[in-house]
């Protein structure tokens, strides 16, 4: 998963680094003796709680303070209210800028470009996706060459932004792009920039993602902030697990359905699967990819991981793929079947139907074995192989956890 | 791009070179693709320059260092006009640039098969090749396959890509590699060949877009329509549909979009580029794309009449909702372009089981969700007879086990025997009983069965120095071998004839017993019908024999029954088997392995299929007391059929090389230098003198 950065550890840790004018700023929790310095030196400041949620402004959390008795309250009031059901890290005030200009700049990689791009808007402050194709500037970015002032400067021209504000904006665009590259970003987003009558320009807002798979990215020597998620203790298990390793898939998304544990491979299998089943009501657990020819002790503790958090309340287990290229059938099955057998031991006996569909290199001794296991267990099964549809096998097992959800009491067809 | 067409991407004749080629994954799917179509000249993997990846029955692959030396070393018309890039995450980027850099004059295109590339490599790669004029399709593409060449890079196809394409009219260009088998194998319900199969990969960017593979498609001569799996994130689409629009004519395109029900929820799907970021790259954005370039809603089984009129006239295609309606979509979308049909299908789309085992489950479903197994396509009917039905004995997952075992441990504290410390075995237990456990991975479960094997092992010490196993060793000795050469001469003489009939008698037993319920080989009174067993065993005998010799064939004897030497009476046994019969009956204890194999003896000659009771021999009797053993730990799958089925083997082996020892070290110390050689005098000439 890549990680996602706010405007509070952009300014703790990168704006310095990466010379791009910010605002002052306090952390909460902080004396009230420097909020009371620092609003004095700024007339006035805006708290903010810190949280990966945009839009902040409209869901009525950023609140400009100028007398200090008040901002000390709000920066505790604000640390401490949910912004759309997302618990705040703390809440930061920064000095509040007044400005009659607003520029928007986001560096991203650009599918229909195939490289980095550039997107300056002087709508800023705003949602870049409300603002009208004609009112953007997108220019690409020579991934070797990088973005230099005379790009970032013409680019700011069309937009009709010309003189010393345009030198200036050009050079911090300059350093947003030698942050963005220098630390393995996928996209960065400063919105706004802020203008103020002198001419001086301060990035206002920020939001980031850094590419997981970039050494840079790894390399930095930050520990980012670990944001309060809403992820499930099985999706924060199977992440933390899926990390242990490249070999072999391991990523779970929890879809908040009760019917069918949906053990599933590949990529594009596991979408075309659970589409099916949300289609016809299979109501799958959630969605997985555990492809990518996982060695046998990988596959058994994703399994088993499956299994703790989701066998008790499931109506079918469904073990689906395509036919597989290399991932070795007869491994993964006897990993999956010992997971089972292990979960059954533990946990008393479970009889909700299996269903698998499977094709790839030694499939029938995976099947063999899934067979003896389903059999000691004393769960019913249907196999298919590799010339039955995956689309057909997930539609038999909708139907077919309808009468095991009977069978366990729930309401059947 | 540089390709002008399908085939500029494969073709037949090309040349492919494999990064990392000693790689786990790339080097499993070059050997295939080497037996496949035999197109890979040559691979590199840092340090291992010199290794040879060995195929038999096809073209070896040599392994270079560096992608220069292997440019450098093969001769102008095997250099390499493809690349397979496997290198690991980090090391693509350098890679690249070093085919680049050498390969400019010969690469055409580069295949990066690598999952986990940074975007930032990844669009670097795009733009070194771009300015160097060499086409590169990935990251993470699983390849392609030109299916009328019957040629393929990466792993397309997996490893039949033979059984999975049939040559025909339909390009497949799939952001998921899976699906372009899948895809496949649906599409030959429709009678529907494949002319090339495309893993574009799903990586954030995808180097080789959509637009310019159409573009390739519609000047490819064997491709009449394309069917496109697509999934949510990018652009693509939405150029590929411009420039279609922009065409006067174009190839009919058959699209599956897949990932609408992530629409609405924050979730990734399983590629890293099936990201959906604003609206027009999400799954519905896609699919409404589409059908308003179609002018058709999506496709509706049922409809297909009106549809086809309908088809013929916009002759653009249609978007199906569910993958399984690519078959009858495809049939409609045939019949209004009037694409004619590659090949009869052989059978249609539907549910085909292969094991069911509903139980008492099946009560409570109607009946049409309780499928019955048809016939199954081979190989896999066949194997599953193999492999499936017999529900006895283990089938172990195989796995890579250079650094692995099972059997033993150490942690630099305590040796182990499959988890057992060696020294409490030493302390605490015989030999035999850290021996059993070490070949059966569990502790033996009677104490009785440990006395059993120790006295096999001392009956397989010696059947006088005539054996050939005892020749052996004393050959040993007389050429002045070491005491470990004559250990093993011991063992080289031993086999299937002498020795190794036990492992021919454990597999009847097997046979014999597998449908009996049979669990505790112990008890006499839950022991199954053996006079009934032992019957029917004859009878097929005999009837096996009868045909056999009526066809002048060898026929299969029942294995360790009788005895060179001990043979001379109507009734016959070997003292060996005796002694083991005889301390059972003074303990008391029965083994239903023993009892039918002495009711075989009689049986035989009972239905005059001997014309004496043969001698229940000694690897009969070795076999039956590691039956007992075995039996009820393959009852409970603890146990795979074959380890149980070596067991009687090594017993034999065990005992009989300490015996070798034995003839060794006398024959060492007593006998002559060379000895054991025949006088010339005693040898035969066979043949006629020539000269």
Same mark, same amino acid.
């Given at each position: 998963?890549?990680?996602?950065?706010?405007?509070?550890?952009?300014?703790?840790?990168?704006?310095?680094?990466?010379?791009?004018?910010?605002?002052?700023?306090?952390?909460?929790?902080?004396?009230?003796?420097?909020?009371?310095?620092?609003?004095?030196?700024?007339?006035?400041?805006?708290?903010?709680?810190?949280?990966?949620?945009?839009?902040?402004?409209?869901?009525?959390?950023?609140?400009?303070?100028?007398?200090?008795?008040?901002?000390?309250?709000?920066?505790?009031?604000?640390?401490?209210?949910?912004?759309?059901?997302?618990?705040?890290?703390?809440?930061?005030?920064?000095?509040?800028?007044?400005?009659?200009?607003?520029?928007?700049?986001?560096?991203?990689?650009?599918?229909?470009?195939?490289?980095?791009?550039?997107?300056?808007?002087?709508?800023?402050?705003?949602?870049?996706?409300?603002?009208?194709?004609?009112?953007?500037?997108?220019?690409?970015?020579?991934?070797?060459?990088?973005?230099?002032?005379?790009?970032?400067?013409?680019?700011?021209?069309?937009?009709?932004?010309?003189?010393?504000?345009?030198?200036?904006?050009?050079?911090?665009?300059?350093?947003?792009?030698?942050?963005?590259?220098?630390?393995?970003?996928?996209?960065?987003?400063?919105?706004?920039?802020?203008?103020?009558?002198?001419?001086?320009?301060?990035?206002?807002?920020?939001?980031?993602?850094?590419?997981?798979?970039?050494?840079?990215?790894?390399?930095?020597?930050?520990?980012?902030?670990?944001?309060?998620?809403?992820?499930?203790?099985?999706?924060?298990?199977?992440?933390?697990?899926?990390?242990?390793?490249?070999?072999?898939?391991?990523?779970?998304?929890?879809?908040?359905?009760?019917?069918?544990?949906?053990?599933?491979?590949?990529?594009?299998?596991?979408?075309?699967?659970?589409?099916?089943?949300?289609?016809?009501?299979?109501?799958?657990?959630?969605?997985?990819?555990?492809?990518?020819?996982?060695?046998?002790?990988?596959?058994?503790?994703?399994?088993?991981?499956?299994?703790?958090?989701?066998?008790?309340?499931?109506?079918?287990?469904?073990?689906?793929?395509?036919?597989?290229?290399?991932?070795?059938?007869?491994?993964?099955?006897?990993?999956?079947?010992?997971?089972?057998?292990?979960?059954?031991?533990?946990?008393?006996?479970?009889?909700?139907?299996?269903?698998?569909?499977?094709?790839?290199?030694?499939?029938?001794?995976?099947?063999?074995?899934?067979?003896?296991?389903?059999?000691?267990?004393?769960?019913?099964?249907?196999?298919?192989?590799?010339?039955?549809?995956?689309?057909?096998?997930?539609?038999?097992?909708?139907?077919?956890?309808?009468?095991?959800?009977?069978?366990?009491?729930?309401?059947?067809? | 791009?540089?390709?002008?067409?399908?085939?500029?991407?494969?073709?037949?004749?090309?040349?492919?070179?494999?990064?990392?080629?000693?790689?786990?994954?790339?080097?499993?799917?070059?050997?295939?693709?080497?037996?496949?179509?035999?197109?890979?000249?040559?691979?590199?993997?840092?340090?291992?320059? *010199?290794?040879?990846?060995? !195929?038999?029955?096809?073209? +070896? &692959?040599?392994?270079?260092?560096?992608?220069? /030396? =292997?440019?450098?070393?093969?001769?102008?018309?095997?250099?390499?006009?493809?690349?397979?890039?496997?290198?690991?995450?980090?090391?693509?980027?350098?890679?690249?640039?070093?085919?680049?850099?050498?390969?400019?004059?010969?690469?055409?295109?580069?295949?990066?098969?690598?999952?986990?590339?940074?975007?930032?490599?990844?669009?670097?790669?795009?733009?070194?090749?771009?300015?160097?004029?060499?086409?590169?399709?990935?990251?993470?593409?699983?390849?392609?396959?030109?299916?009328?060449?019957?040629?393929?890079?990466?792993?397309?196809?997996?490893?039949?890509?033979?059984?999975?394409?049939?040559?025909?009219?339909?390009?497949?260009?799939?952001?998921?590699?899976?699906?372009?088998?899948?895809?496949?194998?649906?599409?030959?319900?429709?009678?529907? *060949?494949?002319?090339?199969? !495309?893993?574009?990969?799903? +990586? &954030?960017?995808?180097?080789?877009?959509?637009? /310019? =593979?159409?573009?390739?498609?519609?000047?490819?001569?064997?491709?009449?329509?394309?069917?496109?799996?697509?999934?949510?994130?990018?652009?693509?689409?939405?150029?590929?549909?411009?420039?279609?629009?922009?065409?006067?004519?174009?190839?009919?395109?058959?699209?599956?979009?897949?990932?609408?029900?992530?629409?609405?929820?924050?979730?990734?799907?399983?590629?890293?580029?099936?990201?959906?970021?604003?609206?027009?790259?999400?799954?519905?954005?896609?699919?409404?794309?589409?059908?308003?370039?179609?002018?058709?809603?999506?496709?509706?089984?049922?409809?297909?009449?009106?549809?086809?009129?309908?088809?013929?006239?916009?002759?653009?295609?249609?978007?199906?909702?569910?993958?399984?309606?690519?078959?009858?979509?495809?049939?409609?979308?045939?019949?209004?372009?009037?694409?004619?049909?590659?090949?009869?299908?052989?059978?249609?789309?539907?549910?085909?089981?292969?094991?069911?085992?509903?139980?008492?489950?099946?009560?409570?479903?109607?009946?049409?969700?309780?499928?019955?197994?048809?016939?199954?396509?081979?190989?896999?009917?066949?194997?599953?007879?193999?492999?499936?039905?017999?529900?006895?004995?283990?089938?172990?997952?195989?796995?890579?086990?250079?650094?692995?075992?099972?059997?033993?441990?150490?942690?630099?504290?305590?040796?182990?025997?499959?988890?057992?410390?060696?020294?409490?075995?030493?302390?605490?237990?015989?030999?035999?009983?850290?021996?059993?456990?070490?070949?059966?991975?569990?502790?033996?479960?009677?104490?009785?069965?440990?006395?059993?094997?120790?006295?096999?092992?001392?009956?397989?010490?010696?059947?006088?120095?005539?054996?050939?196993?005892?020749?052996?060793?004393?050959?040993?000795?007389?050429?002045?071998?070491?005491?470990?050469?004559?250990?093993?001469?011991?063992?080289?003489?031993?086999?299937?004839?002498?020795?190794?009939?036990?492992?021919?008698?454990?597999?009847?037993?097997?046979?014999?017993?597998?449908?009996?319920?049979?669990?505790?080989?112990?008890?006499?009174?839950?022991?199954?019908?053996?006079?009934?067993?032992?019957?029917?065993?004859?009878?097929?005998?005999?009837?096996?024999?009868?045909?056999?010799?009526?066809?002048?064939?060898?026929?299969?004897?029942?294995?360790?029954?009788?005895?060179?030497?001990?043979?001379?009476?109507?009734?016959?046994?070997?003292?060996?088997?005796?002694?083991?019969?005889?301390?059972?009956?003074?303990?008391?204890?029965?083994?239903?392995?023993?009892?039918?194999?002495?009711?075989?003896?009689?049986?035989?000659?009972?239905?005059?299929?001997?014309?004496?009771?043969?001698?229940?021999?000694?690897?009969?009797?070795?076999?039956?007391?590691?039956?007992?053993?075995?039996?009820?730990?393959?009852?409970?799958?603890?146990?795979?059929?074959?380890?149980?089925?070596?067991?009687?083997?090594?017993?034999?082996?065990?005992?009989?090389?300490?015996?070798?020892?034995?003839?060794?070290?006398?024959?060492?110390?007593?006998?002559?230098?060379?000895?054991?050689?025949?006088?010339?005098?005693?040898?035969?000439?066979?043949?006629?003198?020539?000269?």
């Amino acid at each position: 998963m890549n990680v996602k950065i706010g405007e509070l550890s952009f300014l703790e840790q990168l704006a310095g680094r990466f010379k791009i004018p910010v605002p002052d700023f306090v952390v909460e929790p902080v004396a009230q003796s420097v909020v009371r310095t620092k609003l004095d030196q700024w007339e006035s400041g805006i708290v903010k709680p810190d949280v990966l949620i945009g839009k902040r402004g409209k869901a009525g959390v950023i609140r400009t303070v100028t007398d200090y008795h008040i901002a000390v309250r709000m920066l505790k009031q604000v640390a401490a209210t949910e912004v759309s059901e997302q618990q705040p890290r703390t809440a930061y005030m920064v000095q509040a800028v007044p400005a009659d200009l607003e520029v928007f700049s986001a560096i991203t990689y650009n599918s229909r470009l195939c490289g980095p791009s550039l997107t300056l808007s002087l709508s800023g402050g705003v949602d870049i996706e409300a603002v009208a194709d004609s009112e953007k500037e997108t220019v690409s970015v020579q991934i070797f060459r990088g973005l230099n002032a005379y790009q970032a400067s013409e680019a700011l021209t069309k937009l009709g932004l010309e003189g010393q504000v345009n030198a200036k904006l050009a050079r911090c665009l300059v350093s947003q792009w030698d942050m963005f590259i220098s630390t393995g970003m996928f996209s960065c987003e400063i919105n706004p920039w802020r203008v103020t009558r002198s001419g001086e320009v301060y990035a206002c807002d920020f939001k980031a993602s850094f590419d997981e798979n970039n050494r840079k990215a790894r390399d930095l020597g930050i520990q980012w902030p670990e944001y309060p998620s809403d992820e499930s203790t099985f999706e924060e298990e199977m992440r933390a697990w899926s990390a242990a390793s490249y070999r072999g898939q391991a990523h779970v998304s929890e879809l908040g359905g009760r019917k069918i544990l949906p053990m599933l491979f590949g990529g594009g299998a596991s979408t075309i699967i659970v589409e099916t089943l949300a289609q016809l009501g299979g109501d799958p657990i959630f969605l997985s990819d555990f492809g990518g020819n996982p060695p046998y002790e990988r596959m058994k503790t994703t399994a088993a991981i499956c299994f703790k958090h989701c066998l008790q309340r499931a109506a079918l287990l469904l073990i689906l793929g395509g036919k597989a290229n290399n991932t070795q059938i007869d491994v993964t099955f006897a990993a999956i079947a010992d997971a089972l057998q292990e979960w059954s031991d533990e946990n008393g006996p479970v009889s909700i139907p299996v269903v698998i569909g499977r094709g790839g290199p030694g499939l029938v001794q995976g099947f063999a074995y899934m067979k003896k296991t389903l059999d000691n267990i004393g769960m019913p099964y249907v196999f298919f192989g590799p010339d039955t549809p995956i689309t057909m096998v997930a539609a038999y097992a909708t139907e077919l956890a309808e009468y095991s959800l009977e069978a366990k009491g729930g309401d059947g067809p | 791009m540089k390709a002008l067409s399908l085939e500029n991407l494969l073709k037949k004749d090309d040349r492919v070179a494999v990064s990392n080629v000693t790689g786990r994954e790339s080097m499993k799917v070059s050997v295939v693709s080497q037996l496949y179509c035999g197109n890979i000249v040559g691979g590199w993997a840092l340090g291992k320059s *010199g290794q040879t990846i060995s !195929i038999p029955g096809a073209q +070896d &692959i040599e392994v270079f260092g560096q992608f220069e /030396d =292997l440019i450098n070393a093969l001769p102008e018309d095997r250099k390499p006009n493809k690349i397979i890039v496997y290198s690991p995450p980090d090391a693509v980027y350098g890679d690249v640039k070093e085919v680049v850099e050498h390969g400019k004059p010969y690469v055409e295109t580069i295949f990066v098969i690598t999952e986990h590339v940074s975007v930032e490599v990844t669009a670097k790669l795009k733009r070194l090749c771009d300015i160097e004029g060499i086409d590169i399709v990935g990251c993470n593409t699983l390849g392609t396959i030109n299916v009328h060449d019957a040629v393929r890079v990466g792993a397309v196809g997996g490893e039949t890509p033979a059984e999975t394409f049939k040559p025909g009219s339909a390009c497949i260009i799939s952001n998921s590699g899976n699906m372009v088998n899948t895809i496949a194998s649906y599409l030959r319900s429709a009678g529907l *060949g494949i002319s090339h199969g !495309i893993s574009t990969g799903k +990586d &954030i960017l995808i180097l080789t877009p959509l637009r /310019d =593979l159409l573009e390739l498609a519609q000047r490819d001569d064997r491709t009449k329509m394309m069917v496109l799996y697509v999934e949510p994130g990018g652009t693509y689409e939405q150029e590929a549909l411009q420039w279609l629009q922009e065409q006067e004519t174009a190839k009919p395109l058959l699209v599956y979009v897949a990932g609408s029900f992530a629409d609405s929820m924050d979730i990734s799907l399983g590629h890293a580029g099936a990201v959906v970021e604003g609206n027009v790259t999400s799954a519905a954005a896609k699919m409404a794309l589409f059908d308003d370039y179609f002018a058709q809603p999506v496709f509706e089984v049922g409809e297909q009449k009106e549809l086809t009129s309908r088809l013929a006239e916009t002759r653009k295609g249609i978007r199906v909702n569910t993958l399984h309606d690519l078959v009858p979509a495809a049939a409609t979308l045939m019949a209004a372009m009037e694409i004619e049909r590659d090949f009869i299908p052989k059978s249609p789309l539907s549910l085909k089981p292969w094991i069911v085992g509903l139980g008492e489950f099946a009560q409570r479903l109607p009946p049409e969700l309780v499928p019955h197994v048809g016939p199954i396509d081979e190989p896999y009917g066949s194997l599953i007879k193999q492999h499936v039905k017999s529900g006895l004995g283990r089938t172990p997952a195989r796995q890579n086990m250079r650094n692995a075992s099972h059997a033993s441990s150490n942690d630099g504290i305590t040796p182990r025997v499959f988890g057992y410390s060696l020294v409490r075995q030493m302390e605490e237990h015989s030999f035999v009983e850290a021996m059993l456990l070490s070949w059966l991975g569990f502790p033996v479960q009677e104490a009785f069965e440990s006395k059993l094997v120790e006295m096999c092992l001392i009956a397989s010490l010696t059947n006088g120095p005539g054996t050939i196993s005892a020749l052996g060793a004393k050959l040993s000795a007389a050429a002045g071998n070491d005491p470990n050469t004559a250990m093993m001469t011991t063992l080289g003489t031993i086999g299937t004839i002498h020795g190794g009939n036990g492992r021919k008698a454990a597999k009847m037993l097997i046979d014999v017993f597998e449908g009996s319920e049979l669990t505790d080989p112990y008890s006499r009174e839950n022991a199954p019908d053996l006079d009934e067993l032992v019957r029917r065993h004859v009878v097929k005998f005999k009837k096996t024999k009868r045909a056999a010799k009526e066809a002048g064939m060898e026929y299969a004897k029942i294995p360790c029954l009788g005895h060179p030497v001990f043979n001379t009476e109507r009734v016959n046994y070997d003292p060996r088997e005796r002694a083991l019969t005889a301390y059972m009956d003074r303990q008391e204890l029965y083994n239903v392995f023993f009892d039918f194999y002495h009711r075989l003896a009689r049986e035989l000659l009972n239905q005059q299929a001997t014309t004496k009771v043969h001698a229940v021999n000694v690897d009969a009797a070795i076999t039956c007391v590691l039956m007992g053993i075995a039996w009820p730990l393959l009852v409970d799958n603890k146990i795979s059929v074959q380890r149980a089925a070596d067991l009687p083997f090594l017993t034999f082996a065990l005992g009989r090389v300490a015996g070798g020892a034995s003839e060794y070290l006398d024959h060492r110390e007593s006998g002559t230098a060379m000895d054991m050689r025949i006088p010339v005098s005693e040898c035969r000439f066979l043949g006629r003198r020539q000269d």
